[in-house]
């Protein structure tokens, strides 16, 4: 069946250094690819997500890339800030008639200030 | 102020007793979805709703029931078959448009004693 497999399940990385967080699914049907951001306590919130007919997509520090070939697809976080901290998700949408969502195991980042 | 309202936010059962957990969205969304979330295991997918009336199966559907009578409501049962109910149980919404976004709610922590 589908699944997504979500590396590392841990990271930590200093103040002010890039984090990236992997994700591999696998199937090849799946059409767009979401990340979510989980706070302490707090529901989930998308912060960034691509379409299958895009290699790369930025807004501020958080860019998303996509490699289709491989179904790989990463989060780079750059110039990290405590605020980042959190668990993030990543996620892969099969979209041919039913619109279902499957999760990756999920990374926990922890900023060092 | 429009949203997804999950109820009871905590909630204590005795072994063997069916649980109901509620979810309502005022986003006018189509389709709704019921997660379960375990440490290290992500968000694994209950249930999911396209439509009013319809409503399939995730991957760990064994042990849960549904219904969707209503657009804005898709309640979880929790029954007594289901093997380690103790969990976080988050529901999302999503809008038949071609967006891609689920909007996660607050999130309802079961514990059965």
């Known amino acids: 069946g589908e699944n997504v497999e979500q590396h590392p399940s841990t990271l930590s990385v200093q103040e002010g250094d890039s984090a990236v967080i992997k994700c591999t699914y696998s199937d090849s049907a799946s059409n767009y690819f979401p990340w979510y951001k989980q706070e302490l306590g707090k529901r989930p919130q998308l912060i960034i997500d691509i379409r299958s007919n895009v290699g790369e997509k930025k807004d501020q520090r958080i860019a998303v890339t996509l490699n289709k070939t491989a179904k790989h697809f990463s989060l780079h976080i750059t110039e990290t800030q405590p605020e980042d901290s959190a668990v993030y998700f990543c996620a892969a949408r099969h979209s041919s008639g039913t619109y279902k969502y499957i999760f990756g195991t999920g990374t926990r980042l922890k900023v060092l200030a | 102020d429009g949203g997804i309202t999950q109820s009871p936010k905590y909630l204590f059962r005795k072994e063997g007793q069916n649980v109901t957990l509620s979810c309502e969205q005022n986003?006018?969304?189509?389709?709704m979805y019921w997660y379960r979330q375990d440490p290290g295991q992500g968000l694994r997918l209950i249930y999911y709703s396209q439509i009013v009336n319809d409503f399939q199966k995730g991957d760990i559907a064994e042990g849960y029931s549904v219904s969707r009578e209503k657009k804005e409501s898709f309640p979880l049962t929790v029954t007594s078959a289901q093997k380690n109910p103790t969990a976080f149980y988050l529901c999302?919404?999503?809008?038949?448009?071609?967006?891609?976004?689920?909007?996660f709610g607050e999130g309802s922590r079961l514990t059965v004693l």
């Open positions: 986003l006018n969304h189509d389709a």
């Open positions: 999302a919404s999503r809008t038949a448009a071609n967006t891609g976004e689920l909007f």
